[in-house]
Every structure is written in C-alpha cells, then in structure tokens.
C-alpha cells in the first residue's frame, strides 16, 4: 500500500505542476482552456486518491497529527508531494 501510495503521491505532484504550467499558460496567454480541461480531470481523480490513501495508511505508517497535517498540506502545494516522498515515505 505505501508503494502504491508513493505512485500516486509522485503522478499527482506531477499533474499539479503540468497543470499549473502547461494549462494555464494555454489558457492563459492562448485562449485555449481545452488543456485545462484536459489535464485537470486526471489531477483531480490523484488529488482524491492521494487524500484517501493518506488516510487508510495514516495508522499503519504511525504518522503523528502534525505530520499528518503536512502530509495532506503537502497535496495542495506545488512540488509538496515530492518533500512527502522524500521526508516520510523512503
């Protein structure tokens, strides 16, 4: 589970940051939302998945509250998953 957990945790860092890249930049400075769209579905459907993972694997890691809470902060904060996978998950 903690290695399926690390996938996800490092495809959804890497969603985030194309998606905050690439999508808005399209977006943005073309005028062509279709990437957002595009990349932000597969974002969400990792962001949830991270976000439940987290939790069913909370006990068995022992993780306290506090690094709990970084862990789940960590998900909504450019490049946060990869500092997850290199402070809690190795």
Do not use: C
Not at 63 to 87: E, Q
Request: aromatic residues 20%.
């Amino acid at each position: 589970m903690k290695t399926f957990f690390r996938v996800v945790a490092f495809l959804e860092g890497v969603s985030y940051i194309l998606l905050m890249s690439v999508g808005l930049y399209f977006k943005y400075q073309l005028g062509n939302p279709s990437y957002v769209k595009l990349l932000g579905m597969p974002h969400g459907l990792l962001f949830i998945s991270y976000i439940i993972l987290a939790f069913l694997i909370k006990n068995g890691e022992q993780w306290k509250n506090k690094d709990f809470g970084i862990i789940i902060l960590a998900s909504i904060l450019p490049f946060g998953t990869f500092y997850v996978d290199f402070k809690y998950l190795k």
